[in-house]
């Protein structure tokens, strides 16, 4: 019965895992592509060294070849590498009026975002935003302020003479209190080059305005520069964020990478050219992408990968219909819940499944349970998944005790995964699971 489908995948991973060699092979193409994308060499020889080990003994997807494989595996794992653990989009702005403070390079676009954000604010969040420019370098840097502001709608803080870059930042706190502004960003200036004077400049501002944000401003066509100026700049002045500027053009963005990896710190925006509204919170998928510049192997791997699913689900269907569900069945259905961002995530897609939801919920199930019962399920054996019936209690001690969890938490899977079982046999009958099933492909 069920070592149909155990059958399916064991044929799979015999077939095709990666060895060694394939990942070697695929591996040099890939630090070649990383390397073109201006990645730093240091980076991408720890980034490629580190998928090296993931990938070998990974499953090859059927009808693809073990290289397109290993892309794939690439993508996913400059993904992950990419994502911070904040909503890059998301600015702390709470506690009016919150300060934001712009560093970087000359040239490197601070002027430019800082009126593209304000913008942002204003239109996406209702936000009454002061700029102020505390370029005094440049004269004509506060005009470019001020004309963007005009420009945008968004209130400039009148230009005074003369002032150092800290008595213009005091004035701008001031202003933005008295003004009632909810959010007021201080454009610094930049040099050519990081020096001593342009951090102590940046540090003595920080301290007047103790900033909510501190976001690094950072040219994308620069590659490994960018990096050492990210680390200075953090190092010096501890920023908040990164924005990655000039991404229009044909630069293929490894400064991301390297600058994630080496400084830790999150992108948060992308810069996408001149305009006022060339901006866009920093997407990972996108942006690995475009570092790897292999996006159709990428797009072919996924397709494999969701007829394959595609298949086992249609598989998996007819014998749930037949009322035949068991524990493999279980934990594939445990691992995709964890897979679709947990029970809350899930169960909100599924019709019908509001009464198992309440159920799961009053039995206090969260994802760390999601994962003691997957934990359970492979300490059994391959007989006990297929037929959980000859689970006696000597079983039952082994197979908790494999997972190092209690008797107890086994028996409520097992109760559950019986009353799974009658339900899928109900919906069957009633054409419910097929609606259920579409809708989680
Ligand atoms: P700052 O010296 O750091 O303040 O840099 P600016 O904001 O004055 O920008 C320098 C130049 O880069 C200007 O001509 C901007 O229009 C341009 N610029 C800024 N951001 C982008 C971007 O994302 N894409 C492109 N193509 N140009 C940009
Ligand atoms: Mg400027």
Known sequence: LSDRLSGVFDKLTKQ?????????????????ALLEA?????VARDFVAAVQEKATGQAVTKSITPGQQVVKIVHDELE????????????????????????????????????????????????????ASLDT?????????????????????????GETPVQIAKRAKTAASLGGYDVYMLDTAGRLHIDAELIAQAAAVRDIANPRETLLVVDGLTGQDAVNVAQEFDDKIGVTGVVLTRMDGDGRGGAALSMRAITGK???????????????????????????????????????????EAEQAEKMM??????????????????QMLKMGGMEGMMGMLPGMGKMSKQMDAAGMDDGILRRQIALINSMTKQERANPDLMAASRKKRIAKGAGLEVSELNKL??????????????????????AMKQMM
Not at 16 to 32: I, W, Y
Not at 287 to 304: C, F, P, S, T, Y
């Open 137 to 161: 370098n440049r004269p004509a840097a506060m005009e470019q302020l001020a004309i963007l502001g005009v420009q945008i709608g968004v209130d400039t803080l009148p230009i005074v003479k």
């Open 38 to 42: 201006d990645v730093s060499l240091s």
């Open 318 to 335: 007819k014998r749930f219909q037949k009322g035949r569900f068991n524990m493999n069945d279980l934990k594939m259905q445990l691992d």
């Open 80 to 131: 992950r590498v990419l994502t911070g653990d904040t909503d890059p989009g998301a600015l702390k702005i709470d506690n009016p009026p919150a300060p934001i403070l712009m560093v970087g390079l000359q040239g490197s676009g601070k002027t430019t975002t800082t009126a593209k954000l304000a913008k942002r604010l204003k239109e996406r969040e209702g936000k009454r935003v002061l700029m």
């Open 16 to 32: 095709g895992a990666l060895s060694d060699d394939d990942v070697k092979t695929a591996l040099r193409e890939v630090r070649v």
């Open 414 to 435: 097992v109760k559950q995964h019986r009353q799974m079982a009658d339900m899928m046999k109900k919906m069957g009958k009633g054409g419910m699971l097929k609606q």
């Open 266 to 308: 999150p992108i948060r925006f992308v810069g996408l050219g001149e305009k006022m509204d060339a901006i866009e919170t920093f997407e990972p998928s996108r942006i690995a992408g475009r570092i790897l510049g292999m996006g159709d192997i990428v797009a072919l791997v996924e397709k494999a990968q969701q007829t394959i």
